[in-house]
């Protein structure tokens, strides 16, 4: 059974920091990019982050650059999101997912290029 399971989430004072892990299970995910996204009540999910399969290529949503970093341990099977200077916008549950296709180069912003995906952890942001 293929599990992505999510932590690190939780309540934090603007300009702090959070670091949320995502730990995948079944299967190695280490030839595939994979990607952190975040939904707020009411609003669609969005694309905060992704980084391709070896680690070289990161790319990041234009509200959380200079913020966020996004990072892997193959090894460990697991991503990371680090958050830092967070503003109470950045309230929202996020999730990470894996891409689709393997050996994936540049990696994808577009939620359609993601299929498996964890249950995803929240992180509130008070002002």
């Known amino acids: 059974q293929v599990q992505l399971v999510e932590s690190g989430g939780g309540l934090v004072q603007a300009g702090g920091s959070l670091r949320l892990s995502c730990a995948a299970s079944g299967r190695s995910f280490s030839s595939y990019a994979m990607g952190w996204f975040r939904q707020a009540p009411g609003k669609e999910r969005e694309f905060v982050a992704a980084i391709n399969w070896t680690g070289g290529r990161k790319d990041y949503a234009d509200s959380v650059k200079g913020r966020f970093t996004i990072s892997r341990d193959n090894a460990k099977n697991t991503v990371y999101l680090q958050m830092n200077s967070l503003k109470p916008e950045d309230t929202a549950v996020y999730s990470c997912?894996?891409?689709?296709?393997?050996?994936?180069?540049?990696?994808?912003?577009?939620?359609?290029?993601?299929?498996?995906w964890g249950q995803g952890t929240q992180v509130t942001v008070s002002s």
């Open positions: 997912a894996a891409d689709r296709r393997p050996f994936r180069v540049v990696t994808t912003s577009s939620l359609y290029e993601y299929d498996y």
